[in-house]
């Protein structure tokens, strides 16, 4: 069996509003193997959700998939039939955690129906069979079997995080995407659904992708992460690799802007602030390394340092690095 699970290749997504296209994505291209976890970041409006909701084929109009392939396990998944996809994939190969996923939980239903009402829609009609699984799945993420007979509003906002979690393991996928699972989170719980996603990793072998704007989570939970911007992937690699030594002006930012206990808080360098430009490299109105080639052509995604980086500071072509 092949170690890789997900390949995206050249993707992009675009919204159409009153005759404008906005560019949502564009060429995104990624891939991840089974059993690791995968930290995607950015700040909001840099298209990580889209993204998320592209892989698994939500994206509602007028949003619209206008170009690339998303290969899982070798078949292009945009291919298939919707139906198809939604019996033979969706929860059953690839579950979704959403954002601000405790408001999901419908609070006139019991934890255990939103269980069954899953089940039940991928042709598991067992109740007792359903129950069994559902209890596994809750004691998989510390919590006790009388959750499942309470309503959403008897939780706390972790207790309806591990919920959600629980019900993404039901029907056993091989890869879980996890959109902004600690955000709204008091400090001590965002840890405990941390800890939480890295033993469903470690012990079932389940391959996560967790989306976060927080670059620390990235890199306490993910071997791999993917910085995006504007809708582009601005660098993608091993996770120890970027955060010793980022190489993209953005990463490099995000980093520097992340208050640490180690730091000096007078030391911390934000970000600059500016508009997403029309042509030229997205990041050139916030770069401080900008020069006159960013600011008219777009930059390509370069190899360095065995990572991609989209950036002409890495452009051997333009013998910029030896």
């Given amino acids: 069996m092949t170690r890789l699970l997900l390949k995206v290749q050249d993707l ?8 404008q296209e906005i560019v949502a994505l564009k060429d995104v291209s ?24 592209a892989i698994i084929r939500s994206i509602k109009p007028p949003g619209k998939i206008t170009k690339g392939k998303i290969l899982y396990e070798g078949e292009d998944i945009l291919s298939v039939d919707i139906k198809r996809f939604k019996r033979e994939y969706l929860w059953k190969k690839i579950s979704y955690v959403p954002q601000a996923s405790q408001n999901s939980l419908n609070g006139v239903m019991r934890i255990i129906d939103h269980f069954y ?27 006790d079997e009388r959750v499942l007979s309470s309503y959403p509003h008897e939780l706390s906002g972790g207790m ?33 659904i941390l800890d939480l996603v890295m033993k469903i990793n470690k012990e079932l072998g389940t391959t996560i992708i967790l989306i976060t704007h927080d670059i620390g989570v990235a890199n306490y939970i993910a071997k791999k992460m993917l910085v ?21 002006p953005y990463t490099q930012g995000l980093i520097n802007s992340v208050p640490s206990i180690y730091k000096d808080v007078s ?8 508009e997403i430009p029309l042509k030229g490299c997205p990041f050139h109105t916030r770069c401080s390394y900008v020069s006159e080639i960013c600011k008219m052509e777009e930059p390509g995604l370069y190899t360095a340092n065995t990572r991609l980086v989209r950036c002409f500071l890495y452009d051997k072509a333009r013998k910029n690095i030896s």
Avoid: C, W
Wanted: no cysteine.
């Fill in 228 to 248: 995006l911007y504007a809708g582009q992937v601005m660098e993608f690699g091993n996770t120890e690799e970027i955060m010793n030594n980022p190489l993209h």
């Fill in 267 to 274: 030391k911390l360098k934000p970000i600059s602030e500016g």
């Fill in 30 to 53: 990624f891939e991840i193997e089974r059993g690791e976890i995968l930290g995607i970041i950015g700040e909001s409006g840099s298209g990580k959700t889209t993204l998320a909701k």
């Fill in 160 to 192: 309806k995080q591990r919920v959600l979690i629980a019900l993404s393991l039901l029907l056993d996928p091989e890869l879980i995407i996890l959109d902004e699972p600690t955000s709204a989170l008091d400090v001590a719980t965002q840890k405990s």
């Fill in 12 to 19: 992009s997504v675009a919204y159409f509003i009153h005759k």
């Fill in 117 to 143: 009402d899953t089940a039940i829609s991928h042709g598991i009609t067992d109740r007792n069979t359903i129950y069994d699984k559902a209890k596994e799945a809750v004691k998989m993420v510390s919590l």
